[in-house]
């Protein structure tokens, strides 16, 4: 019979701050999914829509950068994209190795669509709009110290 390890309040679940943001995480992905399936999309393709909604003919390198990943995870991503007819890749003219990104008008329309997504999510957290920008704003801290760290 296993007995219980001595108790360190440092341990438990629920004292976790990775925790509380693995677990929100999560839910704010599922509060998404159903927003998100009506635009044909899945979340990490709404992430890149959005870059390509703020800045039309970036690159791969940009977009990667943007969303903290390598070019390598995106391209799958980004070919799903493009055989949606909402992007097109072609190679830099400049450098053959460089893929540019450039919104169809399909990838423009969509954008219309999705503009009501924000207010759903806002509703959805039950905060009012400063409060989520609070918490965005100490998020963003967070995520700009940890980048330090690794």
């Known amino acids: 019979m296993n007995t219980p390890l ?28 159903p927003l998100l399936q009506e635009l044909g999309l899945t979340y990490p393709q709404y992430l890149a829509m959005m870059v390509l909604w703020e800045g039309d003919g970036i690159t791969v390198g940009d977009i990667s950068a943007r969303l903290l990943t390598d070019p390598g995870s995106l391209t799958p991503l980004l070919k799903r994209l493009e055989a949606e007819g909402l992007i097109t890749r072609t190679r830099s003219s400049a450098d053959e190795r460089v893929v540019e990104l450039h919104l169809t008008e399909k990838g423009r329309a969509l954008h219309q669509q999705a503009q009501r997504v924000p207010a ?23 995520r700009r110290s940890l980048q330090k760290a690794v």
């Open 120 to 142: 759903c999510i806002l509703a959805a957290s039950e905060m009012d709009i400063a409060g989520l920008g609070q918490l965005k704003d100490e998020l963003v801290s967070l």
């Open 6 to 33: 001595e108790r360190c309040d440092d341990l438990l679940l629920d004292n976790q701050l990775c925790f509380a943001l693995y677990s929100t995480s999560l839910l704010m992905t599922k509060v998404y999914k």
